[in-house]
């Protein structure tokens, strides 16, 4: 049986009982071909304020529950993931561009989110502590009580279930807005998913939106932790209005990510490493390496191999054809990349492969020889196109790696491993990957970067879950009243 059964849609839209929308209908649009795919409701800030009241009264019982049946959930939703592999990848790669592999990494990983999260409920919680009094004094993490999750289109499975599963598994109730653009493969899918597996209504929902609801979701009293995922420029704007109500944000935003290239390595090798770092998903990944810095004795000789490399790799219908990239999500993001393309080779920098489009579909593009002051070198450019830059000391690439304001993911390619670890110690970055790219997520690893990339790692391991979505409450007990000179 399908997971977005043929009686939950009603004239293609969507109209499951977890999903909410009184502002009209999303259209779902098939970047590939501009074909309509469905309709999911368009949720208003009145929504989220209804989804608030019912998600407070649903997360007490959810709460209250012995943890093994919380547990169970989890289980069975990440059963439910796998089980339903196909269809939700064939959205996948409809709805947001994904080809095969890279809708079979996202299905896979989403369901592990689920599997570790369901050893949270059982996870050790509290510490008991010395008093100075005649008591009992200890410490227990105890549920936030309602997380808000707002995700993007990019990767919409993994980057809305890394919050969502230990979020649930550690009690909470949890409001997801995910992007328009993928509401079904990001929103549509959990809403069945976890209705599936058990979750009581109320305890999750999905309300598609825009700005105006992702505002009134940060700042909705009965919502007490944001977890954002997103653009820099929207994070910031998410972390302020979080911070003038009180309430925790984590934050996971742009990256601007170097490779770091030793004159030591294999030249094809390091290309092949690089090429996928850059074009997987065609670069809309916020790890995507977005910098190749490169030992001058080889930058040519790089360069040229990861121009040769992927000037040939197909472009196309990712839900139809055997293909490497995939369109990209909108018209909007494919004339930004090609502005930065265009301004950089205006500054220096040269093409050496790519530089065009048809329709959404963006050519790898390999730029050799880019200035330190172009955009493409400056900026996160979220699309398929790689930067080269040379550098001619350790020094050197050590201060071109920080000087961005950036500080997600690092790669360093060198056949001397501690001079490696000893290079990314000077360089700010939350994920660091010694002979390896950028582009690297487990579901038992925390997650998270430093600077303009966020707040840290907020997801991922048991550790990085829990002080993200729970409370540290101080508790003591007496066994007889005190007496007190009053």
């Not at 001619?392 to 670890?421: C, K, M, P, W």
Request: glycine share 12%; aromatic share 6%; charged share 15%.
């Amino acid at each position: 049986m399908a997971l977005l059964q043929d009686g939950a849609w009603q004239g293609k839209v969507w109209t499951g009982s977890w999903t909410d929308g009184s502002g009209g209908t999303y259209t779902s649009v098939e970047p590939a071909t501009g074909a309509e795919l469905g309709e999911v409701g368009k949720a208003t800030p009145a929504d989220v304020a209804a989804a608030g009241v019912r998600a407070v009264a649903a997360q007490r019982e959810w709460a209250a529950l012995p943890f093994e049946q919380r547990a169970a959930v989890l289980r069975r939703a990440g059963d439910l993931l796998t089980e339903h592999a196909q269809e939700i990848k064939e959205w996948l790669a409809r709805e947001s561009g994904a080809i095969q592999p890279f809708g079979d990494f996202q299905v896979h990983t989403s369901a592990q989110e689920c599997y570790e999260a369901s050893a949270l409920p059982s996870h050790p919680y509290g510490e008991l502590l010395r008093s100075g009094s005649p008591r009992l004094s200890f410490s227990r993490r105890v549920p936030a009580g309602v997380v808000g999750v707002i995700a993007p289109f990019n990767v919409p499975t993994i980057l809305a279930i890394r919050a969502i599963a230990p979020a649930l598994a550690l009690g909470n109730a949890v409001v997801l807005k995910p992007d328009p653009r993928t509401a079904i493969c990001g929103g549509a899918v959990f809403a069945r998913v976890f209705e599936e597996a058990g979750v009581p209504a109320g305890v999750f929902q999905v309300l598609p939106g825009g700005a105006d609801v992702g505002e009134a979701l940060v700042t909705d009293p009965a919502v007490r932790v944001i977890a954002f995922t997103g653009s820099t420029r929207a994070g910031r704007a998410v972390g302020a209005l979080a911070g003038q109500h009180l309430k925790r944000a984590h934050l996971e935003l742009g990256g601007n990510s170097a490779l770091i290239v030793m004159p030591d390595v294999d030249v094809t090798a390091a290309a092949s490493v690089g090429a996928w770092g850059t074009f997987a998903h065609s670069g809309q990944i916020c790890m995507a390496t977005s910098r190749h810095l490169v030992h001058e004795s080889i930058a040519e000789e790089y360069t040229a191999v990861l121009a040769g490399k992927v000037e040939h790799l197909p472009v196309g219908d990712p839900f139809r054809e055997q293909v490497a990239l995939g369109p990209l999500i909108d018209a909007g993001q494919r004339d930004r990349v090609h502005e930065l393309v265009t301004s950089s080779v205006g500054g220096g920098a040269t093409v050496r492969t790519g530089g065009t489009f048809e329709g959404l579909f963006y050519r790898p593009t390999v730029l050799g020889d880019v200035p330190v002051d172009a955009p493409a070198y400056q900026q996160e450019i979220f699309g398929p196109v790689a930067p080269v830059t040379p550098f001619s000391s350790v020094d050197e690439v050590a201060a071109l790696a920080a000087g961005t304001e950036y500080g997600l993911s690092l790669g360093i390619l060198t056949r001397d491993v501690h001079a490696g670890l000893q290079l990314a110690e000077r360089i700010p970055a939350g994920l660091v990957h010694i002979n390896d790219q950028t582009v690297n997520d487990e579901a038992v690893a925390p997650f998270g970067g430093v600077g303009a990339s966020g707040t840290g790692s907020r997801h991922g391991g048991a550790q990085a879950n829990i002080e993200a979505f729970t409370e540290t409450q101080w508790v003591t007990l007496r066994g007889d009243l005190p007496v007190y000179p009053f």
